[in-house]
């Protein structure tokens, strides 16, 4: 056993030699008998206590090897990098991950700004943050290894004790495939909202062609038809049954009619382009209204005048769609619609009385292709969609799309209910 370096032993023969030296430097004074024994005695319950202090001393001194073991097995265990450095950088220890990971030899000195390139500033200006607020600091870095092969690791900063030898632990690993699986996931999603945007382009073009068939094609040749009947009523001399089915005939040419130029005007909503947003959704819910015999109230308060044509056209599909569903699934007896901006955010809100539905349900069971739409839509736009229902409580769609400056082509403007 040793004592800062130094056995028992050797401490013991110290201890002897500059007691002789103080017995040739003093004069020992008479002592009775009595007092011998009294000293004495003295003498052997200070070598007890000695002794147990020695005891102590020694379990303290096993107990303190252990805790120095486990360290050392931990440090070198550890799955990632680890180093202590000092306020400049420099390397005062590090593990074998950590050299593995910078491709050096185990027990090379090195210092770590050495691998940063870049960042070697950002290294000592971290540490002394570190030290001065007793924080840890996390980040990303690049760093460049002895072999000149480049990774990005996750890097955290944090002060060791104690704290005035101005020490601080580096715990780094390599992130490298994280970060590119990243710039991956985000190159793919760019590329998935390019073709989303294309699709929704495609639909938009195919929507055209079909309105113009309709009005152009059909409701043209249903016209000629309506004119036809009303001939047969003024030319015919038939009896009251047969004019009545003529009549009945019309009514009905009539009504398909009108719902070819409600399928044309929803497919190809061309006062878009002529009128604000604002008037084309108040002609589309008088319609739809008119249609359905659901009671819509339409709500605009600071509405822009002339945003964009593709924002135009994506709030008014959105629309379109949450309105079809209402009619389609909802069985509700009121919708309440609500356009307006605040500052630099455009706000849409779509309410009805339905009989509600299990959100999560419908998406994961495939159901809610109108939903996936709609959310798409306002996603290419940059927005927010939020979508709450509950069975017997109705559907409520709150949308939210931030302009930045210079985006809105003019400036808010106040429309009547």
């Avoid at 013991?12 to 011998?36: C, F, M, Y």
């Avoid at 050392?72 to 000092?86: H, K, Q």
């Avoid at 590090?94 to 050495?114: H, I, R």
């Avoid at 900063?157 to 780094?172: D, L, M, S």
Wanted: glycine fraction near 6%; charged fraction near 25%.
């Amino acid at each position: 056993m040793t004592v800062n370096g130094e056995s028992f032993g050797h401490l013991r023969r110290r201890a002897q030699s500059r007691l002789s030296q103080q017995k040739e430097d003093e004069t020992l004074p008479d002592l009775s008998g009595v007092e011998i024994q009294a000293l004495y005695h003295e003498l052997q319950v200070h070598q007890a206590e000695l002794e147990l202090q020695n005891e102590q001393l020694q379990e303290s001194q096993w107990q303190l090897e252990q805790s120095l073991q486990k360290y050392r097995e931990l440090f070198e265990c550890m799955p990632i990098g680890y180093a202590i450095v000092d306020c400049w950088g420099h390397v005062l220890q590090c593990n074998s991950a950590g050299f593995e990971l910078l491709k050096l030899k185990p027990g090379t000195s090195f210092s770590f700004n050495q691998f940063l390139p870049h960042d070697s500033d950002r290294l000592v200006l971290l540490s002394r943050t570190v030290l001065s607020t007793k924080q840890a600091i996390r980040c990303e870095m690049s760093l460049k290894r002895s072999d000149d092969s480049r990774l990005t690791i996750m890097l955290e900063c944090f002060p060791v004790t104690p704290f005035e030898e101005k020490r601080v632990g580096i715990a780094f690993q390599d992130v490298t495939a994280q970060v590119e699986a990243k710039k991956a996931l985000h190159t793919n999603q760019a590329e998935l909202q390019l073709l989303t945007r294309r699709l929704f382009g495609a639909q938009e073009e195919e929507r055209q062609k079909i309105a113009r068939e309709l009005h152009d094609d059909y409701s043209q040749r249903v016209t000629g038809m309506i004119f036809e009947t009303q001939f047969l009523e003024r030319s015919l001399n038939a009896g009251a049954g047969d004019l009545e089915r003529v009549a009945r005939l019309k009514k009905g040419l009539k009504a398909l009619l009108d719902d070819f130029r409600f399928m044309a005007h929803s497919l190809q909503p061309l006062n878009l382009a002529l009128r604000s947003l604002a008037h084309s959704m108040r002609n589309y819910l008088d319609e739809f209204g008119k249609q359905t015999d659901l009671k819509v109230t339409f709500r605009c308060a600071n509405a822009p005048e002339h945003p964009s044509h593709e924002l135009s056209m994506n709030l008014y599909r959105v629309l379109q769609e949450s309105l079809s569903n209402v009619s389609k699934h909802a069985r509700a007896t009121r919708v309440d619609v609500t356009f307006s901006q605040v500052g630099n955010t455009i706000q849409l809100s779509i309410t009805d009385d339905g009989r509600g539905f299990d959100l999560k349900s419908a998406l994961q069971q495939g159901r809610g292709m109108g939903l996936i739409s709609m959310q798409e839509r306002v996603r290419q736009m940059g927005g927010k969609i939020a979508i709450e229902s509950a069975s017997l409580k109705g559907t409520s769609i709150q949308i939210s799309i931030v302009q930045e400056n210079g985006t809105s082509a003019s400036q808010p403007k106040a429309a009547s209910n």
